[in-house]
């Protein structure tokens, strides 16, 4: 079974400060890891995933994460909040070797202070 | 390319009634997934399907149908709207299992 925790479902920063989103999961085999960014009233679109290779995953708008295997975490971060960076944001993990049916997190709204 | 498309974008039901959410892809997906999404809640599998004419239920399935006749359609039946059913669905599509999912729009259903 594969489950993902994301701490927080709301998270608020000012303009300018660093953005931290945790996510956390759990899995039984190697996992390939997503976040996805959900804007008001639109579907989801992915932000970076994890595959293999390298754990430090560069996405679009600025946004990176880090697979760490010992601590089962893929925080996404991104140095420099914007104003448009405001929205729900959903970590998901797939097993590996599995059905491929994918897990999401409840979710974290992003709120961006001037 | 349209993506993922999706009809209607909102409808209202009396309890009982029936209703078939639409969802088409152009990419030539061949995995297509139903998800309900409700407040606080994320995103849960309904069903999902891995190819034209192979089905299999999610993590919530009950009360809910699905069928796919081709590459590019997945419908979503639903039998006997209940209020718990009210929620905001969401079709995705992808090429393979571990790919990037690409999202429809969105339906909003409330059940009364």
């Known amino acids: 079974a594969q489950s993902v925790t994301q701490l927080g479902s709301h998270v608020s920063v000012s303009e300018g400060a660093l953005v931290l989103l945790r996510c956390n999961y759990s899995?039984?085999?190697?996992?390939?890891l997503f976040w996805y960014v959900q804007y008001p009233n639109q579907g989801l679109q992915l932000l970076l995933k994890?595959?293999?290779?390298?754990?430090l995953v560069k996405g679009i708008n600025g946004f990176e994460a880090e697979f760490k295997k010992s601590e089962t975490s893929f925080h996404l971060t991104k140095p420099s909040a914007h104003m448009s960076d405001a929205a729900e944001y959903f970590c998901a993990v797939i097993r590996s070797g599995g059905s491929y049916i994918p897990t999401f997190g409840r979710g974290t709204s992003l709120i961006v202070h001037p | 390319n349209a993506g993922v498309t999706q009809t209607p974008k909102f409808r209202i039901l009396k309890i009982g009634q029936s209703m078939t959410l639409q969802c088409t892809q152009d990419?030539?997906?061949?995995?297509m997934y139903w998800y309900r999404q409700d407040p606080g809640m994320g995103l849960k599998l309904i069903y999902y399907?891995?190819?034209?004419?192979?089905?299999d239920k999610g993590e919530v399935p009950n009360g809910y149908n699905v069928s796919r006749s081709t590459t590019e359609d997945f419908p979503l039946r639903l039998e006997l709207a209940a209020p718990s059913q009210t929620s905001v669905y969401f079709c995705?599509?992808?090429?393979?299992?571990?790919?990037?999912?690409?999202f429809g729009p969105g339906t909003r259903l409330t059940v009364l």
């Open positions: 990419m030539n997906h061949n995995y």
């Open positions: 399907s891995v190819g034209a004419g192979i089905t």
């Open positions: 995705a599509s992808s090429y393979g299992g571990v790919d990037e999912q690409f």
């Open positions: 994890y595959t293999t290779g390298a754990t």
């Open positions: 899995s039984s085999v190697p996992p390939y």
